[in-house]
């Protein structure tokens, strides 16, 4: 761990020790202790990951997108020229036929549907980033009515709306599925795990585990995916199954808005994101991360239904258990998160950590006091994800 970003997470810690609701952890002056509403702890730890600013190498493709067909022209251009999960050996062993047709469809029915100026703003979102998320996002975007919603939403309202996250969905930890990814995403996209310790893998209890992985680009992006599978013992565990139907799409893509005040950046307060979000026809769930004071917030929306889903597959998959037939149409959702940022000259000294200057009318520039996820809240992923609505 660097020097320089251990004494930054100090002085992030002791910012926060001034404020209402921290309290100090025992075992570094890094970390800071929230007591939750159930009387647990949540301990946060504030060392910023360490990593080299990358390349924005999306901008060359998406550059001149001015409707759908080039807006496909431009993914698989991107497709082409970087290694993705399709060429690595054994990935996709257990994705089904359909997936493929998946994205076939999503294209079609962007050249049927997709107006000129939402693939202009789908491009103008996913040019500032690198290969992977820009492709990735492009998936996300044009399935997911409530992403593309948001970020017109955005333009009208003035927000800066800004990828915070995103979550790629493979298989079982017994085929070593998400070890294969993020060993692709280290060696040729340039992402490294946290250097703190708890960060590099999470294990939760129903079934599930996930590798968060970093990125700083040269434009000050910060990049972070979530790269998620089913446990090796747990054959009904849902993601191995999206994997199966859907191969290696995003399940979720994680964005914030953000505003300028004052010339200090601002989180935009989830309560009004998701009160905007209402109005245009989009419904949230159930918040989580009310306890951090701000820190770390989200909410996701009701999943994207698919009902495309050939019977065969899902007759295959409801062999193993009936709901999981049911569940596995929820194809996507969209999570709004809310972190809070730093003030002005801390967000100075962030960049600086990096070689970056920050520069606050920057839509791309945001410097959250925690860059982290929380295991409580990313277990809420699941739980929201397979939401099913009551008939009748």
Known sequence: MSAPHEQFGKQLAEFLLSTDGFTPAEDSERKVQILKSNNDIAVLDLTPFVAQPAEADAGEYFDR?????????????????????????????????????????????ARENLSDVQAQIIADFVKPLDAYTAVKCT???????????????????????HYDHMAIRCGTQRRHDAERVAQLLKTEHGYVASQIPSEEFYQFPDGWNAYPLYKILNNGQILRLFIDQSDGSSDQQIIQHWNRVYGYTPHHLGISALS????EKWAVPLPEVIEVLAKHGVQAMEPTGMYTKGLLQQVFTKPEKNQSIPQALKTQIAGIDKQLAVTVENAKLLEIVSRKEMPLAMAKEFFALYGL????????????????FLPAQAAHVIKTSTHIEPVG
């Open 139 to 161: 998936e996300s975007l044009l399935y997911s009515k409530a992403d593309l919603k948001l970020l017109e939403i955005a333009a009208e309202l003035g927000w800066h709306v």
């Open 65 to 109: 997108v001015g409707n759908a067909v080039e807006l496909e022209q431009a993914y698989h251009q991107i497709k082409t020229r970087y290694p993705f999960e399709e060429q690595l050996p054994d990935a996709m062993g257990e994705v089904s036929d359909y997936a493929r047709q998946f994205i076939s469809e999503m294209f079609y029915n």
């Open 260 to 263: 300028v005040k004052g010339g």
């Open 357 to 372: 200057s920050f520069d606050v009318s920057n839509p791309l520039h945001s410097a959250p006091i925690y860059q982290y």
